[in-house]
């Protein structure tokens, strides 16, 4: 996979590291099957002043679906039961193959953002936005949409923490 900079894992990784950034995703994702990578590029291309309808919002998560079914939900599954392995797969070889699957599942990650940056470029994709706040709060009322519904406080949380930017 091509390892040129990415703007948009740049901003994941500083907006996922903020406080109760990462604990919001979880609960959008273990509550509502959000995809955490979609809901980033959600915010985004709303700090760069673009707003998704919800149609737009549905070409995104279609692209990723199967990446995700197939490839990250796995990967994830294994690394979270490996977390609390029983005897007798407990012990420093499961730790190390939790480490592994943890290593191979952000490659993922990184990928399926790689790819959903490069098919849906931040400067056409989507329409202006007056401001970036709107166009935040606009893009996750659509993936909302889309999903029957996001958790009220996580979103809250993450919309405050744009905010912040």
Known sequence: MNDAPS???D?????????????ACLDLQDEAGADVNVVLYLLFLASQGRQLAQTEVAEIDNLV?????QVVRPLRSARRHLKNAAAPFAGDTAVRLRNEIKRSELEAERI?????EQAFP?????????APPGAARANLDAYAAHLGGLPA???????????QS
């Not at 399926?112 to 959903?116: A, E, V």
């Not at 931040?122 to 007056?130: E, R, V």
């Open 11 to 23: 901003f994941s990784l500083r907006f996922y590291a903020r406080p109760g950034v990462a604990a």
């Open 122 to 130: 931040c400067a056409t994709f989507g329409s202006a936005a007056a």
């Open 65 to 69: 679906a199967v990446w995700r079914e």
């Open 7 to 9: 703007a948009f894992w």
């Open 153 to 163: 406080t996580a979103a809250r949380v993450l919309l405050e923490n744009f905010n």
């Open 112 to 116: 399926q953002q790689l790819t959903i």
